[in-house]
T-cell receptor, first 112, second 116 residues
Framework: AQKITQTQPGMFVQEKEAVTLDCTYDTSDQSYGLFWYKQPSSGEMIFLIYQGSYDEQNATEGRYSLNFQKARKSANLVISASQLGDSAMYFCVRGSNYKLTFGKGTLLTVNP | GAVVSQHPSRVICKSGTSVKIECRSLDFQATTMFWYRQFPKQSLMLMATSNEGSKATYEQGVEKDKFLINHASLTLSTLTVTSAHPEDSSFYIC????????????FGPGTRLTVL
């Protein structure tokens, strides 16, 4: 199976600091997409950012940026200026052939 | 835009009964809908993919006779858990895609099923 690996089960960050959540992935596809989703304790899945495999520039969405290193099959999420509301589970996701494959997630806790 | 709703948000049922969960795309037509299951402190696992007007495609290990999926219209898909047992207790999440991009899925808020 083509895996998504998130090596950090839990991360802590101080409010207003930046944090990087790691993600590596397996794929044999030429065309694929990489996503990050946030899941707060309420359970809803919130889309954060998307990177296409052919996109040459790293994706950015407000405080979120995706550090895409294709040769290393790495797609780390960087959250700048963390806020208390950023505390949640974060999933790295690969999209291929219309299907999404989820990593195991990283639980981020933002401390005041 | 791109809002997906699920109903009910929580359901508790007795072992042996069947439970139906609805997934609706509220402001777009969903060519494809997906059903996921998430056990506590675990990731989402894709159960099945459904396209409007055709049979669902189930992932390996998912019992199609137990988890009945109907996608009768472009805005509604239903998941029926038949003869539910305590091990079926889980968080069920649906998602929908407009088909504009190949991968972007919009998720519903989820349904927490508890089987007693």
């Amino acid at each position: 199976a083509q895996k998504i690996t998130q090596t950090q089960p839990g991360m802590f960050v101080q409010e207003k600091e930046a944090v990087t959540l790691d993600c590596t992935y397996d794929t044999s596809d030429q065309s694929y997409g990489l996503f990050w989703y946030k899941q707060p304790s309420s359970g809803e899945m919130i889309f954060l950012i998307y990177q296409g495999s052919y996109d040459e520039q790293n994706a950015t969405e407000g405080r979120y940026s995706l550090n895409f290193q294709k040769a290393r099959k790495s797609a780390n999420l960087v959250i700048s200026a963390s806020q208390l509301g950023d505390s949640a589970m974060y999933f790295c996701v690969r999209g291929s052939n219309y299907k999404l494959t989820f990593g195991k997630g990283t639980l981020l806790t933002v401390n005041p | 835009g791109a809002v997906v709703s699920q109903h009910p948000s929580r359901v508790i049922c007795k072992s042996g009964t069947s439970v139906k969960i609805e997934c609706r795309s509220l402001d777009f037509q969903a060519t494809t809908m997906f059903w996921y299951r998430q056990f506590p402190k675990q990731s989402l696992m894709l159960m099945a993919t459904s396209n409007e007007g055709s049979k669902a495609t189930y992932e390996q290990g998912v019992e199609k006779d137990k988890f009945l999926i109907n996608h009768a219209s472009l805005t509604l898909s239903t998941l029926t858990v038949t003869s539910a047992h305590p091990e079926d207790s889980s968080f069920y999440i649906c998602s929908a895609t407009q088909g504009i991009t190949r991968y972007t899925q919009y998720f519903g808020p989820g349904t927490r099923l508890t089987v007693l």
